[in-house]
């Protein structure tokens, strides 16, 4: 296991895959070493009108996924909410349906205010209804030896019909690799926001840094991409980077992607805030950047719906036979660290 950060596909393979409880036959997909979410059929749901006739819905599935919650008061407790919140939607809106219910673990430092909670849990509120997602259960407490950032976790859950799902495997060959966004959209969004007054940069270039901040979720990358085209695979570039997320998704599918870096798109700030805090964009975590396959002839499609959004996107490569992520021909392999935990780290420190 890594010191910081997640688990690797060794570690995953030896002490988590072979204990997974109980097989069942709703499971329709299961944990995978770097897979989002899993999936569980409920199978023909019918839904009743008010005259009594019954309407079918078809094929009904839930998609669910877990991630921790983490809230630093450096960032302001709205800002810092809002990005918690969309942390944990990110990963069930990469399987195309949209979320739709939301179960929360709060396990709350002491020293925590009920307003500044207030502040947490409205933000909770407000970004929720904005997505039509309803909260059906939770835990709240103060706890003593819990602190800052890690304060929880949260369940996400996306019901819709099984034709809509995107699984994280279903990349194939002749499919088009685009991505939204394009690399270190967190690194610069949240580390120059975070640490600012320890950073020696132009303030424009600051200010362009900080902007990135309400980039930083691909929930609407993923909605837009979903309802725009035949799109076959989705995977959020968190932890690793763009570099991290196509070695997962070729793993997964058991596919070649050929990928090139020239025409993906790099935010203003992105570049030189990872050259200041020695990153390498590629392989560092960029929350809000959404990878994606799409059918070839769909590509057109999504890419017109992602101008249409707003949201910067562009074409990188092709899905093929074989195996492994090139890019520019060159192979690559995944990072495993994030290099943006240790400067996090040695930040945090410091400031202590």
Known sequence: MSDLGKIDRDF?????????GADRDDELLGPKHGVDFGVIELGSIASR?????????????????????SLLPELGFERAAWFAFHVVMSDVAVSGLRPTHLAVDFNLPPEITDEEFATVWQTFDREAKKLGVSVVTGHTA????????????????????????VRPDGARPGDTVL???????????????LFEDRIDLPE????????????MSPVEDALVAAEAGPVTAMHDATECGI?????????????RFDVSHDDVPILPG????????????????????????????GAEDVLAAFDDAGIPAAEM?????GEGVYVDGDRIEHPDVDPSWQVFAELSGERE
């Open 12 to 20: 995953f393979d030896e002490h988590i895959y072979p204990y997974l």
């Open 49 to 69: 009108t008010e005259s009594d006739d019954a309407i079918e819905l078809g094929d009904q599935v839930v998609a669910l996924a877990t991630d921790p919650l």
């Open 142 to 165: 103060r706890y003593s030896g819990c602190q800052y950032p890690w304060v929880g976790g949260a369940t996400t859950l996306a019901v819709g019909e099984k034709e809509n799902l």
């Open 179 to 193: 991505v939204t966004k394009g690399p270190g959209v967190e690194t610069a969004g949240f580390l120059v926001t």
């Open 204 to 215: 424009g270039t600051i200010a362009d840094a900080k902007e990135r901040f309400y980039d």
């Open 243 to 255: 570099h991290g997320a196509l070695v997962e998704m070729a793993r997964s599918a058991g596919v």
């Open 270 to 297: 992105v570049l030189e805030a990872c050259e200041f805090f020695d990153i390498d964009p590629w392989a560092s975590t960029t929350e809000g950047t959404l990878v994606l396959t799409v059918a070839s002839e």
């Open 317 to 321: 490569g092709t899905v093929r036979e």
